[in-house]
C-alpha cells in the first residue's frame, strides 16, 4: 500500500538545492542546526487553542457555499491569529488522519528534550508490519535523531518515525502515553493516538482538533523549518551516494506559497490529508484538509483556498 514517503533515486550531490522558475529554494536542516535551536529554545509554553465561528463567512458546516467547492470531505480554515473560522465542513467527524499523525510525534520527541545529535540505528523493530510499506531506510542506517526527525516529517519515513518512538524514554508505550497526554493538554478532546507514524488507521482526530495540534506545533522552531525543507539528503546503509528524500508537500517548493509549516497524510482508511499554517491575503491561515479521494486533489483544495481568500479579501473580513 503506498504511503507519502517520497521515492527518488540517489543523488550524487549532498543537500543539492532545488532552483526552478518559480520553485522556493531553502537550504536543508543540518543537525547541528537543530541542535542549536534545541539547545536555546528549550520553553514553548504550550495552551490549548480555542476557535470562535464568525457569523459572516459560511454558517453550515454541511456547506461548501459562497463559491468555494472542496474535495476534502472534511475541511476547516482558521485565521490563526484571530481564531475566525473562515470555512468549515463536517469539523467535528473523528476521522483516520494517516501521517499527519507525525506532527503530534515530533512534538513529544522535542518535549523530552532527548540530544537531537544522537545517532539512532534503524532496526527490524521499525520495519512495517501492518502495511506492508516500504522504505528507502534500509535496517542498519545509523542517523542522528534530528535527521530522523527531519525525514518524518518531510518526507513522512515511516521507519524515520518509528524510531523516534521506539528510542523515546523508556520505549515505545510511553512513547504513545505522551502522544495522548500531549493532545489532552491541547484540548484534543476527539483525538487518540496509538503509534508514531499514523500507519494504524486507530490513529483518529477531527478537523477542529487538528487546526489546534498545528498551532500547536508551529510553536516548535524545528517543526516549522524542517516541514518546509524542500528536500534532505542522508547517507544510507549500503548505498555508496548520498540518498535525496523530497517533501512530500509539492506546494513548499511553489514561490507564490508562503508556508510556515506543513504535514500530509495517506492511508486508504484516511484517504488524502493536508494540514498547512500559510500566509493567505497577508494574513496567518491554518487549512486542514482531510479525506481527499484523489492524489492531487488536496492541493488542488488548497489553490482553491488561496484563491477565494484572496478574492473575496475585498468582500469579506480576513483577519
Same mark, same amino acid.
Given at each position: 500500500?503506498?504511503?507519502?514517503?517520497?521515492?527518488?533515486?540517489?543523488?550524487?550531490?549532498? /543537500?543539492?538545492?532545488?532552483? %526552478?522558475?518559480h520553485v522556493a529554494t531553502r537550504s536543508a536542516v543540518t543537525g547541528h542546526r537543530i541542535i542549536h535551536t534545541l539547545r536555546t529554545n528549550k520553553k514553548y509554553g504550550m495552551q490549548p487553542a480555542?476557535?470562535?465561528?464568525?457569523?459572516?463567512?459560511?454558517?453550515?458546516?454541511?456547506?461548501?457555499?459562497?463559491?468555494?467547492?472542496? %474535495?476534502?470531505?472534511?475541511?476547516?480554515? !482558521?485565521?490563526?491569529?484571530?481564531?475566525?473560522?473562515?470555512?468549515?465542513?463536517?469539523?467535528?467527524?473523528?476521522?483516520?488522519?494517516?501521517? !499527519?499523525? =507525525?506532527?503530534?510525534?515530533?512534538?513529544?520527541?522535542?518535549?523530552?528534550? /532527548?540530544?537531537?545529535?544522537? =545517532?539512532?540505528?534503524?532496526?527490524?523493530?521499525?520495519?512495517?508490519?501492518?502495511?506492508?510499506?516500504?522504505?528507502?531506510?534500509?535496517?542498519?542506517?545509523?542517523?542522528?535523531?534530528?535527521?530522523?526527525? /527531519?525525514?518524518?516529517?518531510?518526507?513522512?519515513?515511516?521507519?524515520?518515525?518509528?524510531?523516534?518512538?521506539?528510542?523515546?524514554?523508556?520505549?515505545?508505550?510511553?512513547? !504513545?502515553?505522551?502522544?495522548?497526554?500531549?493532545?489532552? %493538554?491541547?484540548?484534543?478532546?476527539?483525538?487518540?493516538?496509538?503509534?508514531?507514524?499514523?500507519?494504524?488507521?486507530?490513529?483518529?482526530s477531527t478537523a477542529e482538533d487538528l487546526a489546534k495540534m498545528v498551532k500547536a506545533a508551529y510553536q516548535y522552531q524545528e517543526i516549522r523549518q524542517v516541514t518546509t525543507t524542500p528536500s534532505y539528503?542522508?547517507?544510507?546503509?549500503?548505498?555508496?551516494?548520498?540518498?535525496?528524500?523530497?517533501?512530500?508537500?509539492?506546494?513548499?517548493r511553489n514561490s507564490d506559497w508562503e508556508i510556515g509549516l506543513s504535514k500530509t497524510g495517506y492511508i486508504s482508511e484516511a484517504g488524502r490529508c493536508l494540514v498547512m499554517q500559510a500566509k493567505i491575503?497577508? /494574513?496567518?491561515?491554518?487549512?486542514?484538509?482531510?479525506?481527499?479521494?484523489?492524489?492531487?486533489?488536496?492541493?488542488?483544495?488548497?489553490?482553491?483556498?488561496? =484563491?477565494?481568500?484572496?478574492?473575496?479579501?475585498?468582500?469579506?473580513? !480576513?483577519?
Open positions: 500500500m503506498a504511503t507519502e514517503a517520497a521515492t527518488r533515486k540517489p543523488v550524487a550531490k549532498h /543537500q543539492k538545492a532545488h532552483a %526552478a522558475k480555542s476557535y470562535r465561528r464568525s457569523s459572516s463567512v459560511f454558517k453550515d458546516e454541511g456547506s461548501t457555499g459562497g463559491g468555494l467547492r472542496l %474535495a476534502s470531505t472534511k475541511a476547516l480554515i !482558521v485565521n490563526q491569529n484571530t481564531g475566525e473560522v473562515l470555512y468549515a465542513k463536517s469539523t467535528d467527524m473523528p476521522t483516520p488522519i494517516a501521517s !499527519v499523525t =507525525k506532527l503530534m510525534t515530533a512534538m513529544v520527541v522535542l518535549d523530552a528534550h /532527548q540530544p537531537l545529535d544522537e =545517532k539512532i540505528t534503524i532496526t527490524e523493530a521499525e520495519v512495517d508490519t501492518l502495511k506492508g510499506t516500504s522504505s528507502r531506510l534500509r535496517v542498519g542506517t545509523s542517523l542522528t535523531r534530528g535527521e530522523l526527525l /527531519q525525514l518524518a516529517l518531510m518526507a513522512s519515513e515511516n521507519r524515520a518515525a518509528a524510531a523516534l518512538g521506539n528510542n523515546y524514554p523508556g520505549g515505545f508505550t510511553p512513547f !504513545v502515553a505522551a502522544m495522548n497526554a500531549k493532545a489532552a %493538554a491541547l484540548g484534543m478532546a476527539r483525538s487518540r493516538f496509538v503509534d508514531g507514524t499514523g500507519l494504524n488507521s486507530e490513529n483518529v539528503e542522508v547517507a544510507v546503509h549500503g548505498v555508496a551516494r548520498p540518498v535525496e528524500f523530497l517533501n512530500t508537500n509539492i506546494l513548499v491575503a497577508d /494574513q496567518p491561515m491554518i487549512i486542514v484538509l482531510l479525506d481527499s479521494w484523489g492524489k492531487y486533489t488536496r492541493i488542488g483544495d488548497a489553490q482553491r483556498i488561496r =484563491k477565494w481568500i484572496e478574492s473575496s479579501n475585498g468582500s469579506h473580513k !480576513v483577519g
